[in-house]
């Protein structure tokens, strides 16, 4: 099964065929909100929406670890997850689709893993890369076949938030090689990873 983990600009997923929601409780918590189960092109998908109803949950406060486990309690096996972020490369085009190919974690204070706790014993997880090449390469194959302007490679700079990032930030940024900005890549892209999830 095929989770989307929704955000800012996209609430609900338009298309979705939707067949029931479940509210779930986890170890960790209540994940955003009730996981939407439906059929969309003739898969099996879960919609989360990681702000929870209403846009209320800003990006720092997020349970990122109840939305991760959450999906894989209920059979997810890949997760397609979408960010609005900024684009700091000058040549993107504003409004366009970028699938990321890595990512640098500037985030403090989150919840960031499922290992070295009450939960378990420590775990070092290989995230030299975060994405996973063939999810990758299958979004990017159904942008181009549908005609859709897609660029194929970024460095995401995941940030605090929920406050937008200082010029200065920027710089540093560029400095360190990042595209894009978001808040919300990380720790979602590393706790995917530790529980084996594309």
């Known amino acids: 099964m095929i989770a989307i983990i929704g955000g800012s600009g996209l609430a609900k997923l338009d298309g979705l065929v939707i067949t029931h929601r479940q509210v779930t409780?986890?170890?960790?918590?209540?994940?955003?909100g009730a996981l939407t189960f439906g059929m969309m092109g003739g898969k099996d998908v879960v919609f989360l929406n990681r702000h929870g109803p209403g846009h209320t949950i800003p990006p720092h406060r997020v349970n990122y670890r109840a939305n991760i486990i959450a999906l894989k309690q209920v059979g997810v096996?890949?997760?397609?997850?979408?960010?609005a972020v900024g684009g700091i490369d000058s040549n993107l085009e504003p409004v366009g689709l970028v699938?990321?190919?890595?990512?640098?974690d500037y985030t403090y204070d989150r919840e960031h893993t499922y290992f070295g706790s009450e939960h378990g014993p420590v775990k070092h997880v290989d995230f030299t890369h975060p994405y996973t090449e063939k999810l990758r390469k299958i979004i990017i194959d159904s942008a181009s076949r549908n005609?859709?302007?897609?660029t194929t490679t970024g460095i995401y700079a995941a940030t605090q938030g929920p406050r937008f990032e200082t010029a200065a930030e920027i710089d540093r940024m560029e400095r360190d090689g990042a595209t894009i900005v978001g808040m919300t890549g990380m720790p979602e892209a590393g706790l995917a990873r530790e529980l084996d999830l594309d």
């Open 25 to 32: 409780r986890t170890e960790y918590g209540e994940p955003s």
């Open 77 to 83: 096996k890949q997760i397609i997850a979408i960010n």
């Open 99 to 104: 699938i990321p190919d890595d990512i640098i």
């Open 147 to 150: 005609m859709i302007p897609v």
